[in-house]
């Protein structure tokens, strides 16, 4: 196994790691402060395990196939993340929930907010090293990972100096604009890379 790809599955594992140690934290933090946002961002780091694990698999196989294949799984990520802060933001707006403050979770926010920026890079960098299309996709999963946690960040920081509850809703859209878009670009790179197979 060449170095570059040795490379590209540490940064896959790492965002694993972090990913399934934020599932546990997100959700106590949750729980504490009723917090939809957080329970949303735990369900966005779900997301982006499946999407991690979709490229380990794609980077250790050698059927050619699964490049496309995994180009599609992580498009449907995207647009899974997309609906779901559409639809969550909505309902929050709605119902004019308001969270309780969490310190906790404000810290794992910041520091996934810098993991996850750390950790695209590293992928973008080294999956333009290796020709390769699906971790470069993957990648800026990571990156939108990255700015959701930024938009929670900055909903649960204004709810708790400012009491605007209504921050959080409107920050996490533009995450829904950003995932459909991503979520357009690699179903095209998918099909384009169908195409060339032909």
Not at 40 to 57: K, P, Q, T
Not at 60 to 87: E, M
Not at 97 to 104: K, R
Request: with cysteine; net charge positive; aromatic share 10%.
């Amino acid at each position: 196994m060449n170095r570059l790809l040795r490379i590209a599955l540490m940064l896959e594992y790492l965002t694993l790691s972090w990913n399934v140690v934020g599932v546990v934290i997100l959700a106590i933090a949750a729980l504490r402060a009723h917090s939809v946002a957080l329970v949303a961002f735990g369900l966005d780091s779900l997301i982006e395990i499946g999407a991690s694990i979709i490229v380990v698999w794609q980077l250790t196989g050698t059927d050619p196939n699964r490049r496309s294949s995994a180009l599609r799984l992580i498009s449907a990520a995207f647009f899974t993340l997309a609906v779901y802060v559409l639809v969550q933001s909505t309902i929050v707006s709605l119902s004019r929930a308001h969270p309780e403050q969490s310190p906790s979770g404000i810290v794992w926010l910041a520091l996934t907010f810098l993991a996850m920026l750390a950790l695209a890079f590293g992928k973008d960098r080294t999956g333009k090293k290796l020709g390769n299309l699906v971790l470069r996709t993957e990648a800026r999963v990571t990156l939108v990972d990255a700015y959701l946690a930024a938009s929670v960040l900055l909903g649960l920081v204004l709810n708790a100096v400012f009491g605007w509850w209504w921050a959080d809703p409107i920050a996490a859209l533009i995450i829904v604009f950003y995932g459909f878009k991503e979520g357009v670009h690699a179903w095209r790179e998918a099909t384009a890379e169908c195409h060339s197979d032909l």
